[in-house]
């Protein structure tokens, strides 16, 4: 069964640094899209970033600048480097990964989401 892990959320002081990683276990065929999202308290989740598996990058423009995606297709992982962080950036982070887990079909997946926050 295929799931995603999400990791390195924590806390932060404002201006600092995190970086957040996303892996598939279990048996992937082939990894599409990859898109980081989060939700703050109250509001609605939003996409962060995301990024295809050429390496095309598409970021929400509250981050842009600041935030970075990447994926490593070997390892089924794909990171979010987050810099100069604000205390509006306090949210849970989740992944959201479309994946073959054989040939033939498509199927998107969520990870369980990390708290990240940053203190002022």
């Known amino acids: 069964q295929v799931q995603l892990l999400e990791s390195g959320g924590g806390l932060a002081q404002e201006g600092g640094s995190l970086e957040l990683s996303c892996v598939a276990s279990g048996r992937v065929y082939a990894m599409n899209d990859m898109v980081w999202y989060r939700q703050g308290p109250g509001q609605q989740r939003e996409l962060v970033a995301a990024?295809?598996?050429?390496?095309?990058?598409n970021y929400a423009n509250s981050v842009r600048g600041r935030f970075t995606i990447s994926r490593d297709n070997a390892r089924n992982t794909t990171y979010l480097q987050m810099r100069a962080l604000k205390t509006e950036d306090t949210a849970v982070y989740y992944c959201?990964?479309?994946?073959?887990?054989?040939?033939?079909?498509?199927?998107?997946?969520w990870g369980q989401g990390t708290q990240v926050t940053v203190s002022s």
């Open positions: 990024i295809n598996p050429n390496g095309l990058r």
């Open positions: 959201k990964a479309q994946m073959a887990p054989r040939m033939g079909l498509i199927l998107y997946y």
